[in-house]
């Protein structure tokens, strides 16, 4: 393990230790707490919070670009975590298949950009959750630290459920290009898949494209309109699948 490495993981361990201290003493040591503890029964909002603020200062430490968290980003890691804590699976996809791809396409089709997540499930006694989610975010030793403080997320959202004595936490991370908005059909395109969106300050639309899936060499780039929106445009049938792009990397892969 690096130094920064060890740093960035000492430093996650000490914060959520810190909630486990403050978790396991509120009610057990005869005084009753001046301001909102960090776990209040059922409710995860505190501890989403307090996972928010360390991923904020492992990025800070590392010397990297804030993450901003957003209500897109947070949905997609809530939508997981509560779907694990009240079902009692731990994995990437539910037991339907459903992955963070495709339910980033079911809530938020227009998010172009890439998205990764971290998750843990854990049946805790209410005293004990923050040590758990500490055990658990660091059993992959410094990889989930090294994971969060890379330069390229510029995305953040956490989630956190409790359902039937499970709790579920989800962290989605994530690159986000553009926003797609309604398909367009008109004299210009009217055949084909073709879609307007509004691109990210620090993204050229130069280097954003689409093309049919898998065929990098029918690759189109984007049209600028004005100022920051664009236009995409693909030869496609309807129902095919569309890869949205950026560079060489794809962000959404979606059906036309």
């Known amino acids: 393990m690096s ?5 960035l993981v000492s430093l996650l361990l000490a914060g959520v230790l810190l909630l486990a201290r403050q978790i396991a003493s509120w009610g057990n040591d005869g005084r009753t707490p001046r301001r909102r503890s960090a776990w209040l029964g059922p409710d995860p909002v505190e501890v989403e919070r307090a996972l928010a603020r360390l991923a904020a200062e492992l990025r800070s430490t590392a010397g990297v670009q804030t993450a901003t968290e957003t209500p897109a980003v ?3 890691a809530r939508h997981h975590a509560h779907d694990m804590a009240s079902r009692g699976f731990c994995a990437d996809a539910d037991p339907e298949g459903v992955d963070l791809q495709e339910r980033r396409r079911r809530l938020h089709p227009g998010f172009a950009g890439i998205v990764e997540q971290w998750f843990c499930l854990v049946e805790p006694d209410p005293a004990h959750t923050a040590e758990g989610l500490a055990g658990n975010l660091l059993h992959r030793e410094d990889k989930v630290a090294e994971w969060l403080a890379q330069d390229k ?3 953040i959202g956490v989630g956190l459920a409790i359902e039937s004595g499970r709790m579920g936490c989800c962290v989605v991370v994530a690159t986000h290009w553009a926003t797609l908005h309604t398909g367009l059909k008109g004299d210009l395109h ?4 073709t ?17 049919p ?8 780039p984007a049209v600028i309109v004005e100022d920051r929106r664009f236009q995409l445009h693909v030869d496609v049938a309807a129902g095919e699948w569309v890869e949205i792009v950026c560079g060489e990397n794809v962000g959404l892969r979606r059906k036309s």
């Open 74 to 76: 947070a949905e997609l």
């Open 213 to 220: 899936a898998g065929r990098a060499t029918a690759r189109r």
């Open 190 to 193: 009217p055949s084909g898949w």
């Open 3 to 7: 130094a920064t490495s060890a740093v």
């Open 153 to 155: 997320w510029n995305r």
């Open 195 to 211: 879609v307007e969106g509004s691109a990210e300050p620090t993204v050229a639309i130069e280097q954003l494209g689409a093309r």
